[in-house]
């Protein structure tokens, strides 16, 4: 059995005390890992606050800051096969996907290392004459990155990268529900060469973790990923702090099919959207809303490719839908499929747990038209994907926004005019036109609503991790007049 370590100011511990993570493929124990505790998270926070303000750290140019992510990336990059074995292992995401997306996270680091030094205030044309005015923007502080279990090394760099790159240090937590890739990861980090406590790493439970961490004085900033109830703890928790926050949470995203659009790419794109990764992802397309007209031709031509889907160990290449991450999960799914079969929902297929002893929950379409399914409605997490149908534009924006969700959306149709207008009407923080679920370091990415707040990715998340200060300098050497008025 394999033991991991958790990894503060420096240096690889065991933590306050020890838990078994499962393989999702076989349902048994395959690792130990470090349980951090109320006592690990305070003496990572302090780590990573002397860092900030003592020794190399804050000493560093912003262009020598970008040449350690450079390395990272280079480690990360040469070590992908690694951490996508190990994420595999421990979370159940197939390795056909976790290999080919940690590689990619590299560009992550990459980006965030060119924009190191590219982080600029502003010489302020100010409307008194005996001033000049500019501006500085400097490192929030010490972060706080809580990142899930599901794409954990690509939803901790879009945190890690731009927070490293303004400069400020960090104490990530990894979920306790698949930590292995993260811990592994430390590794990589140490290697690279950043100062002790920069980059602090642990895992561990609920409140003697999760909740010391986010409600910690010497927090500056909580960077969340994960579900909307663990959220508003998350921000009641930086009423304690005052923290800023930028939260990334969960979506009921639609994928809007109209008549005219090509099917057959579409179907490809739709199984893309909530068949990939299991269905565990964020901006899973868990809605389909689709033109009445096409509707039928339009699911056969799905649920033949659904059915045709690999189901299969996940560190198998050929697999293409591997086991969920929990039994919780399984269990949660089976639950709602249910409850929306006996609201009136039509079972297209799928509908039942997958053979063998992992947490396997085979693809399925439930027909939700004229029912009141919990499946429209409820995150599952999991490879089933609600359909709906409307007869024309103005129910599909309607059906797309009946939800307090608002992360992503996909559109396919031939109208370049239509597409534009859905753009505009759709309430979500990403609209994909004939595609779904591309990411690159270059565009932002967040939603609207219960899905979230600020944005990950691009320039304007760097910024999030900065603060502005504001310096005036008196260019004239006359003695300041009346000093009982505001200057």
């Known amino acids: 059995m394999q033991s991991f370590q958790q990894y503060i100011d420096g240096t690889f511990e065991d933590g306050a005390a020890r838990f078994d993570s499962i393989d999702p493929a076989t349902g048994s124990v395959w690792a130990a890992m470090p349980e951090a505790r109320e006592d690990d998270v305070d003496r990572a926070v302090k780590a990573a606050q002397r860092a900030l303000w003592n020794g190399a750290w804050p000493a560093m140019t912003a262009t020598a800051r970008g040449k350690l992510l450079y390395r990272l990336a280079d480690l990360v990059e040469a070590n992908a096969r690694t951490l996508a074995e190990l994420e595999t292992r421990d979370t159940g995401k197939i390795i056909r996907e976790t290999s080919a997306q940690i590689a990619y996270v590299a560009d992550y680091y990459r980006y965030y290392a060119g924009l190191a030094d590219k982080i600029e205030g502003a010489t302020l044309a100010i409307d008194k004459a005996d001033m000049d005015v500019w501006t500085r923007r400097e490192p929030i502080g010490v972060v706080a ?3 899930p279990w599901n794409s954990q090394l690509f939803l901790s760099a879009v945190k890690i990268g731009p927070a490293l790159a303004a400069g400020c240090t960090l104490v990530v937590k990894a979920s306790e529900e698949g930590p292995a890739p993260l811990l592994e990861f430390a590794r990589l980090v140490h290697e690279a060469g950043f100062p002790a406590g920069v980059v602090n790493i642990l895992t561990g439970f609920g409140p ?5 961490l986010t409600r910690h004085p010497g927090v500056d900033h909580i960077a969340f990923t994960g ?10 928790n930086s009423a304690e702090n005052l923290a800023t926050t930028s939260l990334e949470l969960g979506g009921k995203s639609p994928f809007i099919v109209f008549a005219d659009a090509d099917l057959d790419s579409a179907a490809n794109a739709q199984v893309a959207g909530i068949f990939a990764a299991t269905g565990q992802s964020c901006v899973a397309g868990s809605r389909l809303i689709v033109e009445t007209s096409v509707k039928d031709r339009f699911l056969a031509i799905l ?5 045709a889907i690999r189901i299969g160990a996940p560190l198998d290449m050929a697999t293409e839908v591997g086991p969920l991450c929990t039994r919780r999960q399984r269990d949660d799914i089976e639950t709602v499929v249910a409850a929306s079969l006996e609201a009136g929902a039509k ?8 053979e063998g002893d992992g947490f396997y929950y085979v693809p399925t379409i439930l027909d939700c038209d004229g029912a009141s399914a919990a499946s429209v409605e409820t995150e599952l997490f999991g490879p089933v994907l609600s359909v709906l149908s409307f007869t024309s534009e103005e129910e599909a924006v309607r059906l797309a926004n009946a939800t307090p969700y608002g992360l992503a959306s996909g559109v396919f149709t031939r109208d370049l005019a239509r597409a534009h207008r859905m753009i505009k009407r759709i309430r979500a923080g990403i609209v994909w036109v004939n595609t779904y679920r591309a990411v690159s370091p270059i565009a932002p990415f967040g939603g609207y609503g219960q899905s979230g707040q600020g944005r990950e990715g691009g320039l304007a998340a760097a910024l999030d991790y900065t603060k502005t200060k504001t310096v005036w300098l008196r260019t004239s050497d006359d003695p300041i007049p009346d000093p009982f008025v505001m200057r």
Not at 208 to 212: L, N, V, Y
Not at 227 to 236: E, F, L, M, N
Not at 303 to 307: L, M, P
């Open 145 to 147: 990155a809580v990142v």
């Open 208 to 212: 003697a973790c999760g909740s010391a």
């Open 227 to 236: 579900g909307p109830a663990t959220a508003a703890a998350v921000v009641r």
């Open 303 to 307: 649920k033949a490719k659904a059915e």
């Open 347 to 354: 079972l297209v297929t799928g509908g039942r747990a997958g």
